[in-house]
């Protein structure tokens, strides 16, 4: 007997962000071989922008999608779940972009603003449900 998920819509994203996540990483570790810089930045300002980069998904995701996590577990319809979790995506690739100068530095604070944003409405949504 298969018993009912609790969880269908945030492990889509949760799924979707860690493959990103590999990306970043991987771009990493491809410019550590390239430049044989095998720990830390070695004060080259393109592994700076790069570990950052990572480093800042690191610092932010986990809050964004545990909040997304109890909002699903709270019964957030799938609208509202789908909603953050395209903007969470869409705001750390493009925080991403604009950080690893990859893209226009506009990029980085509209990724920075999706990303507060998803966590600032879902705290928001969190707290009304259950007050």
């Known amino acids: 007997m298969e018993l009912p998920s609790l969880l269908s819509i945030t492990p889509i ?3 979707v ?3 990103v996540f590999i990306v970043f990483t991987v771009r990493v570790g491809i410019y550590r071989v390239k430049t044989k810089i095998n720990i ?3 004060d080259d300002p393109e592994m700076i922008r790069r570990t950052r980069g990572q480093a800042n998904f690191i610092e932010t995701v986990p809050m964004a999608l545990f909040l997304l996590i109890m909002m ?3 019964g957030a ?3 509202w779940l ?3 979790g395209m903007v969470l995506v869409v705001a750390r690739i493009s925080h991403y972009i604009g950080l690893t100068e990859l893209g226009p530095i506009v990029f980085r604070a509209s990724g920075m ?3 507060m944003g998803t966590i600032l409405v ?3 949504w969190i707290l009304i449900d259950v007050i």
Do not use: P
């Open 13 to 15: 994203y949760v799924a």
């Open 122 to 124: 879902s705290s928001v």
């Open 17 to 19: 962000l860690g493959l």
């Open 113 to 115: 603003l999706g990303t």
């Open 82 to 84: 789908h909603v953050l």
């Open 40 to 42: 830390g930045t070695g």
């Open 77 to 79: 319809s799938d609208t």
């Open 72 to 74: 699903e577990i709270l």
